[in-house]
């Protein structure tokens, strides 16, 4: 590895090393540009034909956080941090971020015809399974359908049906998650996910409609005399399998 390498490998490494759960925080706000760049590097993380079918919901408010808190069972994490992150996974908006992407393309004067060909098909193809994907109706036919595709050729998983595409969307915001939790990491602060909350409530105290909170972020300073559990992980070996 060249220092160049080295040196960027050691900075990463060491933010994925000092991000843990933290749920004791300093009482400090976190920094407005601090939080927007933050959001920003999250907006990043990849998504399945980059469909962003995600929202972030910021609560930065002193109500806005007594009542998400509460939601989140006024656990501690909740309690104490400054910035409440909400991660929402959008399944129904998959119509409108196709559109969207497809005027992007259009606009694209970067593009080559060929990429261009290539993504205006991919988005063709993607579309269909936006469309049908969350239908339920048509769910059993269509997975019985590709299960005897699959008898001869591979034939991926695709998500049909509603509580698959809701696993798929799902899926998809874990990744924003993690990466607003080493973007935070890395500009100075801590964070504590939690799925230890009522979705209902917490939907209802942030007025969400069509949207499905899976996951909440605690985000602020690691005070002084945090306390972290001792860091355990499970043997490489059990947990990597080489094929
Ligand atoms: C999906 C998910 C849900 C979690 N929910 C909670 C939670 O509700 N409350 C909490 O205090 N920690 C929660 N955690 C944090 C874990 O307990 C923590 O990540 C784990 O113990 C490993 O510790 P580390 O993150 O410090 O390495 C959650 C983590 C994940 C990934």
Redesign the pocket.
């Known amino acids: 590895m060249n220092e160049h390498l080295e040196s960027r490998w050691s900075n990463l490494k060491a933010i994925i090393e000092e991000?843990?759960?933290v749920?004791n925080f300093d009482g400090s706000q976190v920094d407005s540009e601090d939080l927007r760049e933050i959001l920003a590097a999250a907006l990043l993380a990849p998504t399945s034909s980059n469909l962003q079918l995600f929202r972030l919901h910021v609560v930065t408010s002193a109500e806005g956080r007594a009542a998400v808190a509460e939601a989140c069972m006024n656990?501690?994490?909740a309690r104490g941090a400054p910035v409440l992150i909400a991660v929402a996974a959008c399944p129904v908006e998959g119509r409108r971020s196709i559109a969207e992407q497809a005027e992007a393309i259009a606009q694209d004067g970067a593009i080559t015809p060929r990429a261009r060909r290539h993504a205006e098909q991919h988005l063709k193809t993607i579309g269909m399974l936006v469309r049908f994907g969350p239908v339920s109706l048509l769910a059993p036919l269509i997975r019985t359908a590709l299960s005897i595709v699959r008898c001869f050729r591979p034939t991926p998983d695709l998500p049909f049906g509603k509580s698959a595409f809701r696993a798929w969307t799902m899926r998809n915001s874990a990744f924003v998650a993690q990466t607003l939790m080493l973007a935070a990491q890395a500009r100075g602060y801590a964070s504590?996910?939690?799925?230890?909350?009522d979705r209902f409530r917490v939907q209802r105290a942030l007025g969400l409609v069509n949207e499905e909170v899976w996951?909440m972020i605690a985000l602020g300073r690691r005070a002084d005399d945090a306390r972290?559990?001792r860091?355990w992980r499970r043997p490489f070996s059990t947990l990597v399998r080489v094929h």
Request: proline share 6%.
């Open positions: 991000r843990r759960a749920r656990q501690r994490a504590c996910p939690m799925e230890g909350f996951l972290v559990e860091r």
